[in-house]
């Protein structure tokens, strides 16, 4: 199994910015971004491949977050932008063989998380 590592989290503002960065000890995964806040489902956020870095985002984030990756480092970022009260969560990021992959059950490796808190 890959072993992946969230940092970038922390408190914020609303309507300010955070970057979340997933650091995977392997290559060739599809890498997905989920949140979960207190007393609710994980949420798929978005995903993304190594090899075509085509993007996936669940509705929370389309027009205000954007996933990235960098194949040298192996690593993934989450630039998110325009953040709410609402977006406060832990944000997981876990890996797959499976691409396209935007539900939980699809992955096979997760992070520990990262707590983001946004303030009113």
């Known amino acids: 199994q890959v072993r992946l590592v969230e940092s970038g989290g922390g408190s914020v503002q609303a309507g300010g910015s955070l970057t979340l960065s997933c650091a995977a000890s392997g290559s ?3 890498i997905g971004w ?3 806040a207190p007393g609710k489902e994980r949420e798929f956020v978005a995903a993304i491949g190594w090899g075509i870095g ?3 985002y669940g509705e929370s984030a389309k027009d205000r977050f954007t996933i990235s990756r960098d194949n040298a480092k192996n690593a993934v970022h989450l630039q998110m932008n325009s953040l709410n009260p609402e977006d406060t969560a ?3 990021c876990a890996a797959t063989r499976l691409w396209g992959a ?4 699809q992955y096979e490796s997760w992070g520990q998380g990262t707590q983001v808190t946004v303030s009113s």
């Not at 935007?102 to 059950?105: D, I, L, N, Q, R």
């Open 28 to 30: 060739d995964y599809f």
């Open 34 to 36: 989920f949140r979960q």
């Open 54 to 56: 085509t993007p996936f």
């Open 90 to 92: 832990i944000y997981s």
């Open 102 to 105: 935007v539900k939980e059950a």
